[in-house]
């Protein structure tokens, strides 16, 4: 199973999040892929750790951040702030994998419960992409699920995904739904196997 990783992490300054503050961000993939990990970059000055509620939904983020009828939670989990350039990892545990089909957008908001911890960058919005994904930076807010302040607000953090597995033990096979042979094949060098079929008699699909 392919995985890989998108930071978004520019060179320059920080700007401490207001009370409160959440950002959102938009992911297009390519593949199927599944979120597995996120890290995030938590100011250490006034709390050891934070609760944060991760949430998304099929469609942009843009123009949805107060409507909280329009998402999904993902997770809600208490992390260690650790300070500037020093990621805390949401990881398998706290992610339950979340499934994005191919050519989708997909918007997702990162919500710090605790005032002054939620760290990022004044330079949105920005496009980050690979072979697999593609991420657009969206926006900011001082709480949840009011209109963004800032369409500028920077996501600072790294978004850690996999290629969707095939369900299955090799060998597979299928079953056609007449009475046509049925075929099988075992090769699991790839995460998700393409067969073109042959009609083997008329009445047969392809």
């Not at 939904?57 to 997770?75: C, D, K, M, Q, V």
Request: glycine residues 6%; contains cysteine.
């Amino acid at each position: 199973v392919v995985t890989g990783s998108l930071d978004t992490l520019l060179t320059g300054s920080y700007y401490i999040s207001s009370p409160s503050y959440y950002n959102t961000f938009d992911i297009t993939p390519t593949e199927c892929i599944e979120i597995t990990q996120l890290d995030l970059h938590l100011y250490s000055g006034y709390w050891t750790s934070t609760p944060i509620s991760v949430y998304y939904r099929e469609g942009t983020a843009s123009g949805y951040e107060n409507n909280s009828s329009a998402w999904t939670l993902i997770t809600t989990s208490t992390v260690t702030c650790a300070g500037y350039y020093s990621p805390v990892r949401l990881s398998e545990m706290d992610i339950p994998d979340t499934q994005l089909d191919a050519g989708k957008t997909y918007g997702f908001m990162v919500f710090a419960h605790n005032y002054y911890t939620l760290l990022y960058q004044q330079i949105g919005p920005r496009t980050y992409s690979d072979s697999y994904i593609s991420l657009t930076t969206v926006s900011g807010g001082y709480t949840l699920w009011s209109s963004p302040n800032s369409l500028t607000s920077h996501f600072a953090g790294t978004v850690h995904y996999q290629e969707c597995p095939v369900s299955g033990t090799p060998p597979l096979s299928y079953l056609w739904s007449t009475d046509c042979p049925n075929y099988s094949f075992s090769d699991n060098t790839i995460a998700r196997p393409t067969l073109t079929l042959a009609a083997p008699m008329p009445s047969c699909p392809t």
